[in-house]
Nanobody
């Protein structure tokens, strides 16, 4: 049974940092992805990492501020977020996909989702 459990969200001031974790169980996937969804907006791609080779992809809006990484032994994917802005406020979701692309993928290409974790950045 595939499970993705996110943690690490919270309230932080603008300019601060947070690290999100996504603990995976069950089978492994080709890529693990972070998406986010703000109120009234569509779910959008944030970052992805391939399980083999640790190749990464980022949305333009987070390049240089966010870093995705993974620990294969712990079966955990991380999203280190720095220089946070109020517009980063959203529910952040971890998603597992059977594919990895060098460009951002869409939500309908995700096979399994976690439950999400709230990130709130105050100005």
């Amino acid at each position: 049974q595939v499970q993705l459990v996110e943690s690490g969200g919270g309230l932080v001031q603008a300019g601060g940092s947070l690290r999100l974790s996504c603990a995976a169980s069950g089978r492994t996937f080709s890529s693990y992805n972070w998406f986010r969804q703000a109120p009234g907006k569509e779910r959008e791609f944030v970052a992805a990492i391939s399980w083999i080779g640790a190749n990464t992809v980022y949305a333009d809006s987070v390049k240089g501020r966010f870093t995705i990484s993974r620990d294969n032994n712990k079966r955990t994917v991380y999203l280190q977020m720095s220089s946070l802005k109020p517009e980063d406020t959203a529910v952040y979701y971890c998603g597992a996909a059977l594919l990895f692309r060098v460009v951002p993928i869409t939500p309908n290409q995700i096979n399994y989702w976690g439950q999400g974790t709230q990130v709130t950045v105050s100005s």
